[in-house]
């Protein structure tokens, strides 16, 4: 169980790396391939916005990766709950007020991640 949380959380960890360059560095070219239903006019004046959205998937990748250095289990335990939580919240919240697919795309895996941390 624990190997799989880890690969979890390491692959939850690599989306918001992933997200984080996109929003931050890639908004007006791979913003526009993942983002279709957005006008396409608005990637250039909302690029500071993605830029600081970017920053803060930064974080949470930071996060979840910090856990890999805690050498004690609750405590790595408990900051792998925190960030996955957090990414949770943040899934669901882009499922309610964007678009359904971010559930599935930010939040489930994050869940599964929690599961098998909470399992461990």
């Given at each position: 169980?624990?190997?799989?949380?880890?690969?979890?959380?390491?692959?939850?960890?690599?989306?918001?790396?992933?997200?984080?360059?996109?929003?931050?560095?890639?908004?007006?070219?791979?913003?526009?391939?993942?983002?279709?239903?957005?006008?396409?006019?608005?990637?250039?004046?909302?690029?500071?916005?993605?830029?600081?959205?970017?920053?803060?998937?930064?974080?949470?990748?930071?996060?979840?990766?910090?856990?890999?250095?805690?050498?004690?289990?609750?405590?790595?335990?408990?900051?792998?709950?925190?960030?996955?939580?957090?990414?949770?919240?943040?899934?669901?919240y882009g499922a309610l007020t964007a678009?359904?697919?971010?559930?599935?795309?930010?939040?489930v895996p994050a869940i599964?991640?929690?599961?098998?941390?909470?399992?461990?």
């Amino acid at each position: 169980m624990e190997l799989i949380a880890k690969i979890l959380t390491a692959l939850v960890a690599i989306e918001h790396l992933y997200i984080l360059y996109m929003e931050m560095f890639a908004w007006e070219t791979l913003g526009k391939k993942t983002f279709r239903n957005f006008p396409a006019d608005l990637f250039t004046p909302t690029k500071p916005l993605a830029a600081n959205q970017g920053l803060y998937n930064g974080f949470l990748a930071a996060g979840l990766i910090w856990t890999f250095f805690i050498t004690d289990n609750l405590w790595a335990t408990n900051i792998a709950v925190f960030f996955l939580s957090c990414v949770i919240l943040a899934g669901v919240y882009g499922a309610l007020t964007a678009s359904k697919k971010i559930f599935i795309v930010q939040a489930v895996p994050a869940i599964l991640a929690l599961v098998f941390t909470l399992l461990k």
